[in-house]
Nanobody, 121 residues
């Protein structure tokens, strides 16, 4: 069973930065695509960044392009989301997930634990 735990969220002012981490228990990222999603209150969950840890060009939603960076640390079996120039509209619960490559579709029916990001103006 894949268990993904997101961490690193917090409260920051607009223009600030945060780095989210996604640790996996009982799972390695090798050969699978990973993605970060977020869900703001009253809104649908949306994908913000995805990539294939083995290489290739990451994909970012237009709303975060140029500000967010998805990366990995194989030794720590962890995927990161570096978020810079944060805006109030980035406020949401953030989740990581294993996805079917080149899509936002989950490979496993599991969201895991999210982490809250709150950006104040």
């Amino acid at each position: 069973q894949v268990q993904l735990v997101a961490s690193g969220g917090g409260s920051v002012q607009a223009g600030g930065s945060l780095r989210l981490s996604c640790a996996a228990a009982g799972y390695t990222y090798s050969g699978n695509c990973m993605a970060w999603f977020r869900q703001a209150p009253g809104k649908q969950r949306e994908g913000v960044a995805r990539f294939y840890p083995g290489g290739g060009v990451p994909y970012y939603a237009d709303s975060v392009e140029g500000r967010f960076t998805i990366s990995q640390d194989n030794a720590k079996n962890t995927v990161y989301l570096q978020m810079n120039s944060l805006k109030p509209e980035d406020t949401a619960m953030y989740y990581c997930a294993v996805v079917i490559c080149l899509s936002w579709n989950l490979k496993y029916n599991s969201w895991g634990q999210g982490t809250q990001v709150t950006v104040s103006s």
